[in-house]
Each structure stands twice: as structure tokens, then as C-alpha cells.
């Protein structure tokens, strides 16, 4: 937002008579308009800072949705564990990135790997930096947990989790972000100088900051800890382990589908800025609106594309398999979403539905077990459209949501050259490579201390029941007598004064096996 500004000097010579008139009411003058800019100013931040909050509020509600996500791919019998991780994907992630996690992402100024300040949130609020953005940036955070989670269901010790959820908020998904998202960073578009290829690693939203890293640390994880018992047979066939509710499914794709809209939007950060001369009806606002509509348009194109493709492999329409189809476009679309067309998010969601479909035909062939598709969705998904944005990323946008840097390079397809692919591609193997040489050794360290996996008996009857103290179900109410053996449910047949039936409870006939 353009600044008021106001001298003495240039008022006096307008208001004319003598000087010491004129300068005394330029005076005035000039302490109005300051008033005005200062209120201007004033506005502007908490304008900002409250979108930035309900961004986080949005990502934060996305916890919700994996939850139920999670609690729906799984048996009955695992159901409290995993919303029990869930929940402390969020607490445990909270102290983590509040300790050390922020400072090694956003800590300035720091080097290019690591920052190393405002441990403990010291220093913020500041010039820099506020209470908003750390919310926001540790509901980030917590999502890379989330979706690592997801991968190692039904069959993990409780402690595994809160270690690894404690590792990666805290240290790994920090480095990553740290490296693209801040101004300090190696890889980051937003360096003031050494750009990585002149352009740095466009990822917006975190296709390969986010997704990716929850990804193939759920990968490393599921591949360590092996399939579940019963998952493959003895001949090496696939066995489908149907999660037991598939409304619990919906209704957590769809939280995740509302909470995207702060997750990518939100990663502008700010709204009330102006594209050029102030006045118009073009600004930051309007990148905003495109970025929800290249994010809605992705997933909707991912979810159809699944559900016909499927159709014609399997014979059958499958809601499980149209709403992880949904949530793979989203994690592509994720890194370009601010700087491509809505008709490029059409294709990329087409490709990350067949991204997806491939890498679960892999998966089965390799015998890997992800109850909930997340290393396919998030890290295959996610790296195609780190990708994609190298391949679609629009000049004018890509200056829009990057200004400062003339000649900035953009998609290949758009006429851009090859630099910001090359950056692209960059990132996903340094991401694929600093998690697996991080959470890769944790999990194999867990694993050797008999830390990792539960014994076949908890796995074949439950964790709820085993580790949590009971199912998450009551499958009866001891308090209603319709359902005890001593008794029986008999239909008396409607008399003439009545049309309706009724039915007693008596006790049953020695005949009659309860």
C-alpha cells in the first residue's frame, strides 16, 4: 500500500499570504496526513495478519480431515490409535516447532542451510515476523507429520510416534523449508542474490516442502516396518484390507478440501496489495482468488480422472479411490497454484490421477503396504507437481508473485527455457535425498530397538484393545435388555382396535438358541 506524504515546504508556496500563516497551517496539514497514513498503515498489518490467522485456521482445520481420513482407511479395531497419533502429530509438533523448529526454518538472518535464531519464539513479534506467521507455519508443519502418520498405521508402537512426530516438526520438514521458503535459503526464489539457476525452486504451497517430505518419510517408514500380516498371501497376492468406513473417508477429504483453501491461498501471506497503480481492481486479491481456483480445479479434474479410470480397470465405482484421487491433485497443484493458468491445473490433474494410479500398481508389485497411500499420494503426487510448475509457470504471474527480478525464468511449456525446471528437478532429489538420509536411519535405528513395530499378536487383535484400553466402538449397550441372551424380542401381531404391531421382551424358549 502507497504511503501519504507530506512537507511543510511543499504546502507553504500553495496556501499563499504570509510565511508564518501559511507555515503554520502546512503544519496542521501535514499532522493530519501523517494521522491518516499512520491509520492507513495500521490497517494494512491487521488486514494482513488476519488473513494470515484464518489461513491457519483453515490448515489447522486440515488436521481434522486427516484424522477422519486416517480413522476411515483403517480396521474398527485400529481406530483410536490412529486419531490418538493424530492428535499428537499437533501437540507434540507444537512444543518441537516452537523450541527449535521455527528458528532452524525462518530464524533471520541466518546461512543458506540453517537458520539459528528466535529459538523459543525470541525476538517476535518483530519487523520481520509475527505471532501469525509462526501459527501458520507450524500448521505446515504439522501436516508433513500428519501425512507420515498415515503410512505406518496399524501396526506401530506408540513411542515410534511421538519420536519420529518430535524429529520431523522439529528438525527435518525446517531444513526443507528453510532451504525454499526463506529469504535466506539456498534454493529460495525470494534470495536477494545467487539465485539457484536465476530463478530458484518455485513451490508455493509445498508440493516437495510439504507433501513430499511427509511422503517419503512415511515411505522409509512403511518400508522398514514391512507390510501388515495378512496384507499379501502366501503366494505373494495382493489381499485388500478395507478400511471399515468409508463416510469417514468423505468426510475427511472433504475438511481437507476446505482446509486447502487456506493451505494454498494463505501461502501468499498477505492480501491487501496493490499489482502496479493502486486504485484498480487487480492486486494480490485477484492471485488469491485464481490460486483457490487452480487448486479447486485441479483436485475436481483428479477425482474424475480416477473415477473413470478405475471404473475401466476394476469394473466398479470406488468413492475411497475417487477421494484419494481428489486429494493427489491437490498435492500437485500445491507448488504452482499461484503461477499457472486454470486451464494448466486441468492437466495437472489429470496426470497426478495416473501419477497416483501408477504408483500404487508399483507399491503392489514391490509388496509395500501404505494403508492410506501416502507415500504414493503425497510423494508421488507431490513430485510430479514440483514438475509441472517448471513445465506451466506463467512469466507474468511468476513476476506477480515474485517481483523485483526482471527476465526471472518461467514454464518450459510457456516459453520459458529450461532453468526453473532444472531448479524443479533439483529439488526433488535433494528433498527425496535429505529425508532418507535422516528419517530413513531413524526409523532403522527404532526398528533394531524393538521400538518400531508391535508384536504380531497386538497387530492381529488391535491396538485399541491391547494398547489403548478398549475398541472405539461400543458395539453394545449392556443397559438395553433387547440385547441380552437371557432375553428375547417377541412381535405381537395387531389386534383389530390397532393397525400396528407391537413387540414384548420375555425371556426365550427353551428351544430357541440365543
Not at 499428537?88 to 530464524?107: E, K, P, Q
Not at 506463467?394 to 514454464?411: C, D, I, L, S, T
Amino acid at each position: 500500500m502507497s504511503t501519504l506524504t507530506c512537507s511543510v515546504s511543499d504546502l507553504a508556496p500553495l496556501l499563499g499570504t504570509s510565511f508564518n500563516d501559511t507555515s503554520a497551517a502546512a503544519t496542521y496539514l501535514c499532522s493530519r496526513f501523517q494521522t491518516i497514513s499512520n491509520s492507513l498503515s495500521d490497517t494494512s498489518y491487521a488486514v494482513n495478519s488476519t488473513y494470515l490467522l484464518f489461513s491457519a485456521y483453515l490448515v489447522f482445520a486440515m488436521q481434522l480431515g486427516f484424522a477422519m481420513l486416517c480413522a476411515g482407511s483403517v480396521r474398527a479395531k485400529n481406530t483410536m490409535n490412529i486419531m490418538l497419533t493424530n492428535v499428537l502429530d499437533a501437540a507434540a509438533g507444537a512444543i518441537s516447532y516452537y523450541l527449535f523448529g521455527f528458528a532452524f526454518a525462518f530464524g533471520a538472518s541466518s546461512n543458506g542451510f540453517i537458520g539459528y535464531h528466535s529459538f523459543g519464539l525470541e525476538n517476535v513479534p518483530s519487523s520481520q515476523t509475527d505471532y501469525s506467521f509462526f501459527l501458520y507455519q507450524w500448521a505446515f508443519a504439522i501436516a508433513a507429520a500428519g501425512i507420515t502418520s498415515g503410512s505406518i498405521a496399524e501396526r506401530t508402537q506408540f513411542v515410534a510416534y511421538l519420536i519420529y512426530s518430535s524429529f520431523l516438526t522439529g528438525f527435518v520438514y525446517p531444513i526443507v523449508s528453510h532451504w525454499f521458503w526463506s529469504s535466506d535459503g539456498w534454493a529460495s526464489p525470494t534470495r536477494a542474490d545467487n539465485l539457484l539457476f536465476g530463478s530458484g525452486v518455485i513451490d508455493f504451497a509445498g508440493s516437495g516442502v510439504v507433501h513430499m517430505v511427509g511422503g517419503i518419510a512415511g515411505l522409509w517408514g512403511a518400508f522398514i516396518e514391512g507390510p501388515r500380516i495378512g496384507r499379501f498371501d502366501r503366494s505373494g497376492r495382493s489381499v485388500v484390507l478395507r478400511g471399515h468406513s468409508a463416510s469417514l473417508v468423505v468426510l475427511g477429504t472433504f475438511l481437507l478440501w476446505f482446509g486447502w483453501y487456506g493451505f494454498n491461498p494463505g501461502s501468499f501471506l498477505t492480501i491487501l496489495k496493490s499489482y502496479g497503480e493502486s486504485g484498480g481492481y487487480y492486486g494480490q486479491w485477484s492471485a488469491v482468488g485464481r490460486t483457490a481456483v487452480t487448486t479447486t480445479l485441479a483436485g475436481c479434474t483428479a477425482a474424475l480422472t480416477t473415477l473413470f479410470s478405475k471404473r475401466l480397470m476394476v469394473g466398479h465405482w470406488n468413492v475411497v479411490d475417487v477421494c484419494n484421487g481428489l486429494l493427489g491433485g491437490f498435492a500437485a497443484i500445491t507448488s504452482g497454484c499461484s503461477v499457472v493458468e486454470p486451464w494448466a491445473a486441468i492437466i495437472c490433474g489429470v496426470v497426478a490421477a495416473w501419477v497416483l494410479i501408477g504408483c500404487n500398481k508399483l507399491a503392489e508389485k514391490l509388496k509395500y503396504d501404505d494403508p492410506l497411500e501416502a507415500a504414493q499420494l503425497h510423494g508421488g503426487c507431490g513430485s510430479w507437481g514440483v514438475l509441472f510448475t517448471g513445465l506451466f509457470a506463467k512469466e507474468a504471474y511468476v513476476n506477480e508473485v515474485y517481483p523485483g527480478r526482471p527476465g526471472r525464468p518461467f514454464g518450459l511449456f510457456m516459453g520459458g527455457g529450461g532453468r526453473l525446471l532444472a531448479a524443479q528437478i533439483i529439488q526433488i532429489l535433494v528433498v527425496a535425498g535429505w529425508v532418507t538420509a535422516t528419517m530413513g536411519p531413524l526409523f532403522y535405528l527404532l526398528h533394531k530397538m524393538k521400538l518400531l513395530r508391535i508384536s504380531s499378536d497386538d497387530e492381529m487383535q488391535g491396538m485399541d484393545m491391547t494398547r489403548h484400553g478398549g475398541f472405539a466402538y461400543a458395539y453394545h449397550d449392556e443397559d438395553d435388555p433387547s440385547i441380552k441372551p437371557a432375553y428375547v424380542m417377541r412381535r405381537i401381531e395387531p389386534t383389530n382396535e390397532s393397525t400396528t404391531p407391537d413387540y414384548e421382551i420375555s425371556p426365550p424358549p427353551t428351544n430357541v438358541h440365543v
